[in-house]
């Protein structure tokens, strides 16, 4: 059986871009953060591989980045090289993959945004 690809939601903010990884009940879960890629892969509940390999847009700090795992996805906080600096897309090329999403639902504008980052970055990392 081929290997599929993980529903993907990600959003910007000034000093981190998060992902989320949506796969419930998974396995075997692997995160693997580079300065200009990610590398995801696990098995979902019923036992079907899923892999994700991603390009970023810029460098990120991957000495400074973290995932944590939930019963319904993996999330990934990625400490952006350079801090706020808007990404326009999560992918170094320009193209879109039917599996990624922007996540508007934590999609905001950044004016007096650092707080909230903070607190976001916290509660992930208890």
Sequence with gaps: MARQHARTLWYDRPKYVFMEFCVEDST????????HRIVFSCRNGDGVELYNEIEFYAKVNSKDSQDKRSGRSITCFVRKWKEKVAWPRLTKEDIKPVWLSVDFDNWRDWEGDEEVELAHVEHYAE
Aim: charged share 40%; net charge negative; no cysteine.
């Design 28 to 35: 075997d879960v692997h995160v693997l953060i580079e300065d």
